[in-house]
């Protein structure tokens, strides 16, 4: 067998790994601490000792560096120090997420204690409970919350107590969303007052002789009472910026104090209390004033629903304080049913529900007893997908 080249052409000497022959099960006899003889600085003698004047060697901690999930070491972006660095803003967020979750519940639950409750429920026989929930609207012409400066601007006069410048029936239950107006001189048996006009039955026994009314000629059962005089209906259209109407023609009513042109436009609270108290532009009179509430009505309710009201706190807390200071609801009326009421009176509104007068046979606001005594049927029924434009115009006549 040829001798091992003791130099290879790498000039490495693998000697001392191999050993001086090819015998593969040879122990190699150097310690593990010691270098090779031959190898080194030590090649030109026995192995020796590190020089004595030499410092000792510093050994490092063993235990290797920490790491987290992403093998970042501690120095890293994921070391401890920088991770409290990372995780502040973000902590930060969610403090401020959770105090504007704590102010859009807490602003309204601090309004509700200033609402006037009164009792709306009818004493003696009614109408069996009905699916779904039925809610009576009533916009009165109270003054309260207006100064004397407002009510001349708003040509509402001075006349105390209340009387109902607005009725609306709306049902909300598995169908779609319905809201039907009561013109006000709509000639109905008042209980103990024989047929007179229906807003008769609000000044001659408030909301009590109003639903019990009702509930006799319609044969739906009223669930829920909601009232709001002028002074809301105003602050609410201001709070939220203004809203848009659109008249079909020019409106200029000294008694309404307005004067609009025609077409859409943004208009403030006051012009938008004058066009829905408005009835001596049109032929129609009470017919058309329903429209415009209704009009004005869905035209707040959308303005509320946006986001905007809930991500500016200005005017979430103008909103919320404007809805309640000239409001007066049933005193079974709970947060959840009033949400739900303002929640869903865009939707009669915005295509997705029905809105209309009731049917009515002529200009004279003689109530269609057949086609009203179907429509208030599907109500009472729960039945609202069923009803058409047969029984639900928007003025409440017959459609052509």
Request: aromatic share 6%; net charge positive.
């Amino acid at each position: 067998m040829p001798a091992r080249d003791p130099n290879p052409r790498d000039g490495a000497d693998y000697g001392w790994l191999y050993g001086p022959d090819d015998d593969a099960t040879q122990v190699v006899g150097a310690s593990a601490s010691s270098p090779p003889p031959g190898h080194g600085a030590y090649a030109a003698g026995p192995p020796q000792s590190p020089p004595s004047d030499l410092p000792p060697m510093q050994y490092p901690d063993a235990r290797p560096p920490a790491r987290d999930g992403r093998g970042h070491d501690g120095g890293g972006r994921g070391s401890r120090g920088g991770g409290n660095r990372w995780l502040r803003p973000r902590r930060i967020i969610t403090l401020l997420l959770v105090a504007w979750l704590v102010f859009l519940i807490a602003v309204p639950f601090w309004a509700w204690g200033k609402i006037e409750k009164v009792d709306a429920s009818p004493s003696g026989e009614r109408p069996a409970d009905q699916p779904g929930t039925t809610y009576l609207l009533v916009g009165s012409d109270s003054r309260e919350g207006l100064t004397k400066a407002q009510r001349k601007q708003l040509a509402t006069g001075d006349a105390e107590g209340r009387r109902t410048d607005t009725i609306m029936m709306m049902h909300v239950g598995s169908g779609p969303t319905t809201l039907v107006s009561i013109p006000r001189d709509s000639i109905v048996p008042i209980p103990g007052h024989g047929r007179t006009k229906i807003n008769a039955a609000y000044a001659y026994g408030g909301p009590k002789l109003l639903v019990e009314t009702l509930e006799n000629v319609t044969g739906v059962r009223i669930d829920d009472y909601v009232e709001i005089g002028f002074g809301g209906f105003v602050n609410m259209v201001d709070a939220v910026g203004g809203v848009e109407i659109c008249p079909k023609k020019r409106i200029k009513d000294k008694d309404a104090g307005l004067n609009l042109k025609k077409g859409c436009q943004e208009v403030d609270g006051a012009q938008a209390l004058g066009y829905a108290r408005s009835r001596h532009t049109y032929a129609t009179q009470d017919l058309q004033r329903v429209q415009s509430q209704r009009e004005v009505l869905g035209a707040i309710a959308g303005e509320v629903k946006s986001p905007s009201t809930f991500l500016n706190p200005f005017r979430y807390a103008g909103v919320v304080t404007a809805a309640t200071d000239s409001l007066r609801i049933g005193d079974n009326v709970g947060p959840l049913s009033l949400g739900r009421f303002a929640w869903n009176l865009s939707g009669a509104m915005g295509g997705s529900g029905h809105n209309c007068t009731v049917p009515i046979a002529d200009a004279s606001v003689r109530w269609d007893k057949e086609r009203a005594l179907t429509l208030f049927g599907y109500i009472k029924d729960g039945q609202t997908d069923k009803i058409t434009k047969a029984v639900c115009t928007k003025d409440g006549l017959p459609a052509s």
